[in-house]
């Protein structure tokens, strides 16, 4: 499956953003997605999850309560909804697949496709 991140930008302490992820290539309901973000100088790390249908989701304490995955399978897109974002926030955003229906993985290893990654600068 071929992912493309789409959605980054530059914007100020406070604001949201919504970051989307779309598909294409294989079914896209029968992968568990996540959204991972790296950091300057910082090892990439989990964000979010969702599993096939949406019924499941997974959050990093770090954006529990800020941020919300969600996804749109008849559009093969996965979204990533940003509230009240901080300058600690700023990072590559990426999406990514893994072949599975319900489990939910934290660690970059369990998942099979990647995108490309949006950039997300919180800066005033």
């Known amino acids: 499956v071929q992912l493309q991140a789409s959605g980054g930008g530059l914007v100020q302490p406070g604001d949201s953003l919504r970051l989307s992820c779309a598909a294409s290539g294989r079914t896209f309901s029968n992968y568990v997605m996540g959204w991972f973000r790296q950091a300057p100088g910082r090892e990439r790390e989990f964000v979010a999850g969702?599993?096939?249908?949406?019924?499941?989701?997974f959050y990093a304490d770090s954006v529990k309560g800020r941020f919300a995955i969600s996804r749109d399978n008849a559009k093969n897109t996965v979204y990533l909804q940003m509230n009240s974002l901080q300058p600690e926030d700023t990072a590559i955003f990426y999406c990514a697949a893994k072949r599975a229906l319900l489990r939910i993985a934290v660690t970059e290893s369990e998942y099979d496709y990647w995108g490309q990654g949006t950039l997300v600068t919180v800066s005033s």
């Open positions: 969702i599993s096939w249908n949406g019924g499941g989701t």
